[in-house]
Nanobody, 125 residues
Framework: QVQLVESGGGLVQAGGSLRLSCAASGRTASSYAMGWFRQVPGKEREFVACPSWSGETYADSVKGRFTISRDDAKNTVYLQMDSLKPEDTAVYYC????????????????????WGQGTQVTVSS
């Protein structure tokens, strides 16, 4: 089992930056890999980024602006968000899955069994 807590969201002006953190806790926290999703009210949750052995994967909408990283010693994953745009406004969720080698890039909600509470990111014009 694992518990996830996101932090780092807030209100920023377009062009600004934020760094989100997702800390995993629990006896088996080190057995999970974590990725990022986001959701706008009334819309479906969408994939943002995830790490993998073959390299990080990003949604086309954030590629080149967002960077995912991790600190395994702290069981924490980060999402560095640069050059933020108003369309990046959403609730950002951390999601966890067992740390196993996948035959495909895990970018679907069904690939993850655990979710954080979400952190709001609002980008103003």
């Amino acid at each position: 089992q694992v518990q996830l807590v996101e932090s780092g969201g807030g209100l920023v002006q377009a062009g600004g930056s934020l760094r989100l953190s997702c800390a995993a806790s629990g006896r088996t926290a080190s057995s999970y890999a974590m990725g990022w999703f986001r959701q706008v009210p009334g819309k479906e949750r969408e994939f943002v980024a995830c790490p993998s052995w073959s390299g990080e994967t990003y949604a086309d909408s954030v590629k080149g602006r967002f960077t995912i990283s991790r600190d395994d010693a702290k069981n924490t994953v980060y999402l560095q968000m640069d050059s933020l745009k108003p369309e990046d406004t959403a609730v950002y969720y951390c999601a966890a899955r067992l740390k196993v080698r996948m035959s495909y890039v895990p970018r679907g909600q069904a690939d993850y069994g655990y979710w954080g509470q979400g952190t709001q990111v609002t980008v103003s014009s």
